[in-house]
């Protein structure tokens, strides 16, 4: 008889994580932080699970089973949580694999073999395969930070399974553990091998009994209801027990999604890809079109074949991709067609497919790519799908994610229809979501009958919720109608698992409930999933049952409606920030670092998404749970550009700090590096005297008292501000150009006014008065990083007022520090919303190289016949990107490479607080520091952010050099002096503190 594991109301939190701290189960956590953390995936819904746990030995799993066995506890087990089907969340115990048990334990290039433990992500894995030409087939969008145990647990698929397989295709051999604790280790077994195994009298051969009487008792309806087409995942795969599948195990428990066994490690095939690629993109009027092409397209056996609709491509705002996305040949909807082989056959292919597609009904032309950065840059878009089309344009207008759009939700993620129903299965599916008057972006995996899409499902009122339980339910029964499958690659969960009768008789049902009852006849295994379902409506996320806290902001969050709970709850959980890979993305340096789920911009979405519900998270903006997990957070603003749903988690930081510490003594850092433009100005009045004493033995106690970490160096204080020395020069040049105003921020002001002083050299040969406000003037950062909302404010106020005058008559302000072009850009409109003048502030603020580029194209800048090294500042990345500067340094004769280096570690105040220095510096030890380090003397490093610097300066022997003072150092004539009263700038082999 079956039993069922005690759900979370039988035991509390803290007991539980006793009992597994007295298990020797390895790092355990019954906190409400990490319970709140783990209490969503990238699903709609939402479990706040008793305990967490991270495995790091084979023996804390087995101790982990066998105390939730005595306690009656169910387990989950967890990779990346990017799963959209719930099946990553639940009531019990969370095992999660990807912080610890992780490791690549073989790899055999011969056999073309790897064994993993199942923690491990997948790019790891291909990263290990790729110096011997292999690499594993399945490769879903998330590849970045998937974990192999997730993508046993999904099958999931990818864009390549067309060619390649899908995960269970390529799985040899499993080793698992039950929730009794019978280890098995699985495979395709003989009938001898089968005989064999019976025979030994062991829980082993008792499992193995009954799965084989199971298959043998019912061969017709396994070979007839299961396995008709590669994308039919939906329910277990007991396909793989028929004798001509070899009674496969390992394949059958694929896709299992965690409710039969727990996986120890996996032995998985590799491929050899094609010696070539090309990508062929297919414009179509609709995508319905693009379906309807679909099977002639596919005789010409492409490597994956992907589609776009185009509300999802309308979503992108990234400058890059957004440039890409414009060349694209005219369409409603495209095909990506990836074709591979020689590099000699590929143009001839690659014109035979376009020519098929041209003569489809509905094409509206094509586009061989043959630029592999192209090619990257749109098989991004795809990538970015999940997270692009959680935002979908609201009425008529096209608003970009950052600044609105309806909700978009998974629910009906990605059901699948054999290939040649894809185009009648779509035009039913849109009809289906025009009755029901919702909205969503579709793309997929064309090729196989694979659609994915987010849909605008109200889910904080009873109708809305309704009328989702509704559509999914007839959704359903369009699919079976079609020859479909519920779940084409992502597991049915809590999403799909009620639907399966729908879409399966009662006697392969009642095969499911059976299958589960031999492997988990206590059901303490992902209870719920698959058999005895949950409701697809229970524990949805966002809810009408649950009232947020009312929680008034500083900020307005226009693109939330105002509501910070919405703002937080942008958060879909597609894991992006959990990447280790750079490739141009800053988001998220901390997580990077210490590879920890609180440290994500998802954990922290997460925690601040739960305070809002004051469930888990009970006492709101005073919250130690969510101010510590937000410590590590640098304010880098990289997740506002990288996050695909633009989750901002320096403005969220800023107004939780803001609120946390309202009424309350601050950490001393806050009052030292918060107020550091004003105590600047103080220190500007006796700078040999502050140099002294922050050099001097007092140095110490001094940075104890600052809230300092004691491993920095403190900059010094230059002997002459900017400000000083600019008010008493003459003006250089003949200002044909008319005048411009150079922002003036307290970091060069006052460290390194050089910096300023070049830019005032290279701005007036290039035909500019330079101005500076009047007055001393500050962007208010400081205080915004460290949530002193109130005097930002204020100080904004006047520094709007001060610039007004000048934006008015219509001059540019020119900043040369990234950090402060970006608040004035982005946070002061945002502060002072509504405000005209700091609109119209923002809108005139450019970069150096963006006024050069765009308002002095006919300048003739000097030749610099030299290589260099970039850093990209993080706000910059986050607002103005780097393609006004390297189209600069192209015109200097720079020979640049922009470093995908992501966070610089130092991140203004963060890396000089007490208790960061090692992350700050582990974040810069990933590409940037080593980079610097390697590169050849007469190589240039280039860094405009003062932070950036500070940290190649503190931790490398080489200096780094703002664009400014590279151009400016080049403007003097051999054999002179300085232009423009420029001083002498030492060259970035000088060593020096900035």
């Not at 192209?374 to 009425?395: K, M, Q, S, V, Y």
């Not at 940290?951 to 300085?978: F, Y």
Request: proline fraction near 6%; hydrophobic fraction near 40%; aromatic fraction near 6%.
């Amino acid at each position: 008889m079956t039993t069922t594991a005690q759900g979370p109301g039988s035991l509390d939190a803290a007991a539980v994580a006793e009992a597994l701290g007295a298990g020797d189960c390895g790092e355990v956590a019954g906190d409400a932080g990490r319970r709140a953390q783990y209490a969503s995936d990238a699903s709609n819904y939402r479990q706040i699970p008793l305990a967490v746990v991270f495995p790091g030995e084979r023996r804390h799993i087995r101790n982990t089973l066998a105390v939730c066995r005595r306690l009656g506890v169910p387990v989950t087990a967890r990779g990346a949580g990017t799963s959209t089907s719930g099946q990553a969340v639940g009531p019990g115990v969370v095992l999660d694999f990807s912080r610890y048990f992780h490791r690549l334990l073989a790899l055999d290039p011969e056999a073309r073999t790897a064994t993993v433990e199942p923690g491990i992500v997948l790019d790891d894995l291909q990263r290990a395969a790729a110096p011997h030409g292999l690499l594993f087939g399945a490769d879903p969008s998330t590849h970045s930070r998937c974990t192999l145990g997730g993508m046993i647990g999904n099958n999931a698929c990818g864009s390549h399974s067309l060619a390649w397989g899908r995960t269970a295709d390529n799985i040899v051999e499993l080793e698992v553990i039950t929730y009794r604790g019978t280890v098995v280790r699985l495979g395709e077994m003989t009938a001898e091998e089968i005989d064999e195994a019976i025979a030994a009298g062991d829980d082993r051969s008792e499992l193995i009994a009954s799965l084989h009487r199971l298959a043998q008792r019912n061969l017709a309806t396994l070979r007839t209801g299961l396995g008709q087409f590669p994308r039919q995942v939906s329910g277990y795969a007991l396909e793989q027990l028929l004798p001509e599948r070899r009674f496969n195990l390992a394949r059958a428990l694929v896709g299992s999604e965690g409710t039969l066994a727990v996986i120890l490690s996996a032995t998985v095939r590799l491929l050899s890809p094609p010696p070539a690629r090309a990508l062929v993109v297919l414009g179509f009027s609709d995508a319905c079109a693009a379906a309807d092409a679909v099977p002639a397209l596919l005789t010409h056996q492409p490597l994956a074949l992907e589609g776009l609709d185009h509300a999802l491509t309308d979503i992108v705002t990234r400058p890059a991709t957004r440039a890409a996305i414009d060349t694209l040949p005219a369409a409603r909807a495209w095909l990506f067609a990836e074709l591979g082989g020689t590099a000699d056959a590929l143009p001839r292919q690659a014109e035979a497919l376009a020519e098929t597609a041209r003569r489809a009904a509905g094409s509206t032309g094509s586009e061989i790519i043959t630029d592999p950065g192209r090619a990257r840059t749109l098989w991004r878009i795809r990538e970015d799908g999940a997270g692009l089309a959680t935002r979908l344009p609201g009425g008529t207008s096209q608003p970009s994610r950052a600044e609105g759009g309806s909700e978009a939700w998974p629910g009906w993620e990605d059901a699948a229809v054999p290939p040649g129903q894809l185009g009648s299965y779509l035009r039913k599916f849109t009809e289906l979501l025009d009755h029901h008057r919702l909205q969503g972006a579709v793309y997929g995996h064309f090729g196989e009958g694979c659609l994915h899409v987010r849909i605008n499902f109200d889910f904080d009122t009873e109708q809305g919720t309704a009328v989702f339980r509704a559509f999914v339910t007839e959704a359903a029964r369009l699919v079976a109608a079609h020859g479909g499958s519920l779940s084409g690659e992502h597991g049915d969960g809590q999403a799909r698992s009620e639907l399966l009768p729908l879409m399966y008789g009662p006697d392969v049902i009642a095969l499911f409930e059976e299958f589960k009852s031999i492997w988990d006849p206590d059901n303490g295994l992902n209870p719920g999933m698959i058999v005895q379902p949950l409701p697809v409506d229970g524990n949805l996320r966002v809810s009408p049952h649950r009232t947020p806290l009312p929680l008034a902001t500083v900020f307005p969050f226009h693109a939330d409606d105002g509501d910070f709970a919405k703002a937080a709850r942008r958060c879909v959980g597609v894991g992006k920030c959990r990447s280790a890979d750079h490739r141009g993305d800053v988001m998220c340096p901390s997580y990077r670092v210490t590879r920890d789920e609180k440290d994500s911009t998802r954990g922290r979405a997460r925690l601040l998404y739960e305070m809002t519900q004051g469930e888990v998270i009970t006492d709101g903006w005073r919250s130690t749970e969510v101010r510590d997990a937000l410590d590590l957070c640098l304010s880098c603003k990289g997740c506002s550009a990288d996050c695909p749903v633009g989750v901002d988690m320096a403005t969220y930081k800023s107004e939780f700090l803001h609120h946390h510490y309202k009424g309350r003594l601050r950490p001393a850092s806050h009052y030292t590096m918060g107020w550091l433009p004003l105590l600047s100005r103080l220190a500007a009045r006796v700078p040999g005297l502050v140099n002294a004493l922050t050099s001097s033995r007092l140095a110490p106690a001094l940075k104890r008292l600052g809230g300092i970490a004691a491993q920095r160096e403190l900059p010094r204080f230059a002997g002459q501000t900017f400000l000083t020395w600019f008010r008493g020069r003459t003006p250089r040049g003949d200002g044909r150009r008319g005048p411009v105003v150079l922002w003036v921020d307290s970091f060069n002001n006052h460290f390194s006014p050089e910096v300023l002083q070049a830019g005032v050299a290279v701005l007036e040969d290039a035909g500019f008065r330079v101005r500076v406000p009047d007055g001393t003037q500050c962007c208010g950062l400081t205080w915004i990083t460290t949530g002193q909302l109130g005097t930002a404010r204020r100080i904004a106020r006047r520094t709007t007022a001060a610039l007004a005058p000048a934006v008015a008559a219509g001059l540019p302000v020119v900043g040369l520090e990234p950090s402060c072009t970006a608040a004035l850009k982005t946070d002061l409109p945002e502060l002072l919303d509504g405000d005209e003048d700091a609109r119209a502030l923002s809108r005139a603020t450019l970069t150096l190289a963006e006024l050069l580029v765009h308002h002095a194209p006919d300048w003739q800048p000097p030749r610099i016949e030299a290589r260099s090294i970039s850093q990209t500042h993080c706000h910059q990345h986050a607002t103005s990107g780097f393609s006004a500067d390297s189209a600069l340094l192209n015109r200097l004769g720079i020979d640049n490479t922009a470093l995908d280096s992501g966070c610089c570690g130092l991140a203004g105040n963060f890396g000089f607080e007490r208790g960061h220095y090692d992350v700050s510096v582990a974040a810069g030890e990933q590409v940037l520091l080593p980079a610097v380090r390697s590169a050849p003397s007469d190589t240039r490093i280039l860094a405009d952010g003062f932070s950036c610097r500070t940290q190649i300066a503190q931790q490398t022997s080489r200096r780094g050099t703002h664009l400014a003072q590279l151009i400016a150092q080049a403007l003097r004539p051999a054999g002179t002096s300085a232009r423009a009263g420029l001083p002498s700038l030492p060259t970035d082999k000088e060593h020096s503190r900035d």
